[in-house]
């Protein structure tokens, strides 16, 4: 054990001194960490306790890992080192209270925060040295609280001297020895859910996920009975700018500029630095530490890869590889390949194409806007998709001309929108261009939201299209979408002579969930997206029923 802690002192030093050397490639804030650390070194009013060091370190000799389908014993990162220093090192000169009563680490997925974080919640449960200590988790779903209940269970079952000391339940890991006892729990982030708890020690994962600050102000008045308690924030970023996370992040930069005097708060943020090219390899170690230990660099070149190929991909590639917050702002499809996508059907291409299967995606705007039906035919004989847009809309001049200055009573004067007679959008037009298209092709199936869909569903399904409500939701669109994109670049699909249909696609932003699913976002988008998501939904009704994951194959299925 005295080998073993010796040597994460040894690595701690060694961490600084090439950091300051330039050796190790790090951003601007981690820099200001390091120096926050040598100036408290020689605060007198502060004083590092390497004996409450080496407790943490011998901690950390106890804990077993599975590392490569093996467990091992857990050797820190240089990074989760200097972390652990700072955290539970500095104490007030005299005194048996701890400097830092919160910690943040903002760090790219897959840097082996998971792990650390479980340890963590461990030390904070076992050896800590709070009376009755409780050991909080809040993980953003519940299905990832389980999974990090069950993952530092198997770290106990593991580690023979961390599972004598502690029982583990279905729900918690119980603690009882000598006169203290306490439990560690993960649970879903509910901050209604948190009262009654006096957390000794709470890990906020993920804090991305979070909608606002209310979990961390619950868990924050939970503490002040505890002599040395501590908050940690774990999280990558968001796509949104919005939000409690990067609120955190742009306090953190304040403190460690010194702008923002706080005692109370240590962080470490790996991240980009602003001027930084994401396209030069050398600077991804600034957002990823464990780059080429946890994470290896061809891994990343794949995630790069894709996202050059599949530009939908890039926000993820962004925000969780390097730790860069983003907002969808920018075109989903480059223009100049969409465009070439975008041709007029001769006689014969369009003969060849009658009484194929058609699947149709209906958008059913508010009953005074655009409203969009969408026919999706496969070619028999080269594979390749042709989308068939149809536009409805009301009488209504005021809709026309458009925030942008695009004036749709063109568009209707050439035949790309069909225009209402009434007020609202007359579903007996659109009934009867399905009824159309049934005639020349074999339309058998139509996706549909349910948005103001009870009136004309019963008439559609009266003959014989079976009709199947779509769900508008990102794990709903992300395959659809995706598949589409890929189309687009790989030359599979065309759209059937549309300016309307252009103009949707040019309006489009996408949305991204934390788990890298995309939609189009109706009420941040340009303007009008209806014909975009009909034919997001054709395509998906279409994948559903022709392209299972049994014949695509599983991996290349999930892999979109």
């Known amino acids: 054990m005295k080998e073993y802690i010796d040597r994460q002192w040894i690595k701690l030093d060694e961490y600084i001194s090439d950091i300051k050397s330039g050796k190790i490639t790090v951003n601007r804030w981690i820099r200001l ?19 409450k060091v080496n407790i943490v370190f011998a901690f950390f000799s106890l804990v077993s890992i599975n590392h490569k389908n093996k467990y091992q014993q857990f050797e820190p990162l240089p990074y989760q080192v200097f972390i652990a220093v700072n955290m539970l090192g500095f104490y007030w000169k005299g005194t048996d209270r701890r400097r830092f009563r919160y910690a943040f680490l903002f760090i790219s997925r897959k840097s082996g925060k998971t792990v650390f974080a479980s340890i963590m919640n461990l030390y904070f449960l076992i050896a800590d040295g709070e009376q009755d200590p409780q050991s909080l988790l809040l993980a953003s779903t519940r299905e990832q609280a389980s999974i990090s209940l069950e993952y530092a269970k198997s770290i106990v079952m593991n580690s023979p001297a961390l599972a004598k000391k502690v029982d583990l339940m279905q729900y918690q890991i119980r603690f009882d020895y000598k006169r203290s006892r306490g439990f560690m729990k993960t649970l879903a982030s509910n901050s209604t859910r948190l009262d009654g708890y006096n957390p000794s020690g709470a890990i906020l994962d993920e804090i991305h996920a979070y909608p606002d600050d209310s979990l961390f102000r619950v868990v924050k008045s939970g503490i002040l009975a505890r002599k040395n308690p501590m908050i940690m924030l774990i999280s990558t970023a968001g796509f949104m700018v919005d939000s409690f996370c990067f609120d955190m992040v742009e306090t953190m930069k304040n403190i460690l500029k010194g702008d923002i005097h706080d005692e109370s708060f240590f962080g470490m943020l790996f991240m980009l630095d602003e001027k930084d090219d994401y396209h030069d390899r050398s600077c991804w ?14 891994a990343m070149e794949i995630e790069y890869q894709q996202a050059m190929n599949r530009p939908s991909e890039l926000p993820n590639f962004l925000t969780k590889n390097l730790n860069v917050f983003t907002a969808a702002t920018e075109a989903w499809l480059e223009d100049a390949v969409l465009k070439k996508r975008f041709k007029s059907l001769d006689p014969g291409q369009l003969e060849r194409l009658r009484g194929c299967d058609m699947y149709l995606g209906l958008d059913l705007s508010s009953t005074k806007d655009l409203t969009s039906l969408v026919g999706l035919v496969q070619d028999p004989e080269d594979g390749r998709f042709y989308v068939f847009p149809y536009f409805f809309m009301a009488n209504n001049p005021q809709k026309k001309i458009r925030s942008a200055g695009i004036d749709l009573s063109v568009w209707i004067q050439q035949g790309w929108i ?12 659109i009934v009867s261009k399905i009824r159309e298209l049934k005639s020349e092709f074999n ?19 009266e003959m014989g299209i079976t009709c199947e409500s779509f769900e508008q939701t990102a794990p709903k669109f992300n395959f659809p979408l995706k598949y589409l994109e890929k189309m687009v670049y790989d030359e599979q699909i065309i759209f059937v002579e549309n300016k309307v249909l252009l103009w949707n696609f040019r309006n489009v932003v996408l949305y991204q969930d934390g788990n890298g699913n995309i939609k189009i976002m109706k009420n941040k988008s340009l303007d009008s997206v209806d014909g975009a998501v009909a034919a997001g939904m054709a395509i998906g009704i279409w994948i559903n029923y022709n392209l299972s994951s049994e014949k695509i194959g599983l991996e290349a299925y999930n892999k979109y």
């Not at 650390?37 to 605060?43: R, V």
């Not at 069909?418 to 037009?429: A, N």
């Not at 199936?445 to 869909?453: E, G, Q, T």
């Open 33 to 51: 960490a390091v120096e926050r650390y040598l100036s408290d070194l020689n605060n007198p009013d502060l004083e590092i306790r390497k004996d």
């Open 285 to 298: 170690i600034k957002a990823n530490p464990s780059l080429g230990t946890v994470i290896q660099m061809e």
């Open 418 to 429: 069909i225009e209402c007679q009434t007020k609202t959008v007359d579903y007996d037009l």
């Open 443 to 461: 339309v058998t199936m139509m996706a549909y939201d349910k948005f103001n869909s009870a009136l004309i569903i019963p008439q559609v399904e």
